[in-house]
């Protein structure tokens, strides 16, 4: 049996000390009543033959409202009453065993970390429960989970996350954005005077954050690939791996596949305009990747437009020169590029044979690149990014940006299927910054992101072809 989504929003979790006036029975049907979307049962220390006989009470609640019913740890128990699912912490079994016990029933695991998300998952979880997010009264020894772990476990598996962990009416509005599918309570429902309105706030809350949130936007200005693996087709599946909603402006059409460019038809100028006026009146972005760029009218055009908008993040990847050195845009729109577009930006992303174009100079070791990244930046005014993918025997880049010089370190994965890494990676830190991030994290997660998509090792066509950017799935 699998769990759907939506019975995750509100996730209750309730056992026999909280009932003091009303009894347990009484106190599931007020948060049902309220609008909680599953229940889970765990009693510690109730004999196994009292659990059983508490838990056929409420699982027989539940399903008048339809609402799954899950036992806390307790396989047996969960086996004895044909309850909906089971959950489990990393300390109540081995997931392989638990998994065959009980069958097709609904499983969920705990998880603080990437890998025990993953081995959860790998081993036969429905969907996990991670935290705490928040101190806890229910587990005062619990150690807290970050956003940013959160955000990674999200990332690395396709399963329902829930938030567990001291979550209440008052904080939940901090998980929001980060890719969970609901939140698991204890004590802000069952502990609460009044139950029912308790849940009913929660409800209208979790409905909110995690329902009706309105996705950031980020935009991608860029030229169509055909063969799916870079350009505006990239840029989108990137984006909405990465959890933002795409828009795109299309300046080019290309024939291309893996084996390389047959054909290359510019969009005239005023359809780039009007595409770029039609997303300014109804869906205006929160980050922006330009592409490839070949005209020196398209570069102004586009600069005009970014500065009606000063305040939104941008990320240019100014593509230039090829992986084999072959010059791709004239010398007047180089210039354009670096007259108009460059101090509008908030980072460029040149690989090594672009900012040897850009700046002149030969590079050849990490020192050249920090070298290359000040110029650019005391030149243009805009953070830059030297990718050493090209040219060195590594994934290291170097941002220069206001704060000076940071490294981000990767791992060169032996994979000849590149086609496409400018494209995303700058399309990936696009959707970081539209979530709000820094710039610096935002590099982070793209880097990240593009590790495991390349990692993924797909294999498609006869020459370099492209990167899985729906691994996930």
């Not at 350009?231 to 990465?242: F, P, S």
């Not at 000076?404 to 400018?422: K, L, M, P, S």
Request: proline letters at 4%.
């Amino acid at each position: 049996m699998n769990i759907d989504k939506k019975d995750l929003l509100l996730y209750a979790v309730t056992d026999s000390m909280w009932t003091g006036e009303e009894s347990l029975k009484e106190q599931v049907k007020k948060a049902l009543d309220g609008g909680i979307t599953c229940l889970q049962l765990r009693e510690k220390e109730m004999p196994e033959d009292e659990f059983i006989r508490e838990a056929k009470e409420i699982q027989a609640l539940c399903k008048e409202y339809k609402v799954p019913f899950i036992i806390n740890d307790n396989v047996n128990v969960a086996l004895a009453v044909g309850a909906d699912g089971l959950h489990i912490g990393q300390n109540d079994g081995d997931i392989p065993t638990i998994r065959k016990q009980i069958g097709d029933m609904i499983l969920g695991v705990s998880a603080k970390t990437v890998e025990q998300a993953v081995y959860a998952y790998e081993q036969g979880a429905d969907y996990l429960g991670v935290g705490a997010v928040f101190p806890t009264s229910t587990k005062p020894d619990a150690t807290g989970v970050s956003k940013r772990n959160v955000r990674a476990i999200r990332s690395a598996v396709p399963i329902p996350i829930v938030a567990i962990g001291g979550i209440t009416q008052s904080n939940l509005t901090e998980l929001r954005g980060l890719g969970l599918d609901g939140v698991a309570v204890v004590s802000a429902i069952f502990g609460a005077k009044d139950i029912l309105e308790a849940t009913k706030k929660l409800r209208e809350s979790t409905k909110e954050i995690f329902w009706q949130h309105k996705l950031p936007i980020a935009l991608t200005i860029a030229g169509s690939d055909s063969g799916g693996g870079a350009g505006i087709q990239a840029d989108l599946k990137t984006m909405t791996n990465l959890g933002v909603f795409g828009t795109s402006v299309i300046t080019a059409i290309t024939a291309q596949n893996t084996k390389g460019v047959t054909d290359i038809f510019p969009i005239p100028d005023e359809v780039v305009q009007s595409q770029l006026d039609a997303l300014w009146d109804d869906l205006m972005p929160d980050a922006i990747k330009l592409g490839m760029l070949a005209s020196h009218t398209l570069i102004e055009l586009i600069a005009h437009q970014l500065k009606k908008s000063a305040h939104i993040p941008v990320v240019c990847d100014p593509v230039m020169v090829s992986t084999s050195g072959a010059t791709l845009i004239g010398e007047e729109a180089q210039e354009a590029l670096k007259q108009h577009l460059f101090p509008l930006v908030s980072v460029i992303t040149p690989n090594i044979p672009e900012a040897e174009v850009l700046t002149g100079m030969r590079i050849q070791t990490p020192q050249d690149m920090e070298t290359a990244a000040k110029f650019l930046y005391d030149t243009y005014g805009c953070a830059t990014l030297v990718k050493g993918g090209h040219k060195m025997n590594d994934a290291n880049d170097c941002l220069y940006s206001k704060g000076g010089i940071t490294w981000f370190y990767g791992e060169r994965i032996d994979n000849d299927n590149t086609h496409g890494t400018g494209c995303t990676l700058s399309s990936a830190i696009a959707s970081e910054l539209a979530k709000g991030l820094s710039l610096e994290e935002a590099i982070h997660y793209a880097k990240s992101y593009i590790s495991m998509i390349l990692s993924a090792q797909l294999d498609l066509g006869d020459a370099s072809g492209p990167m899985d950017h729906a691994f996930t799935l």
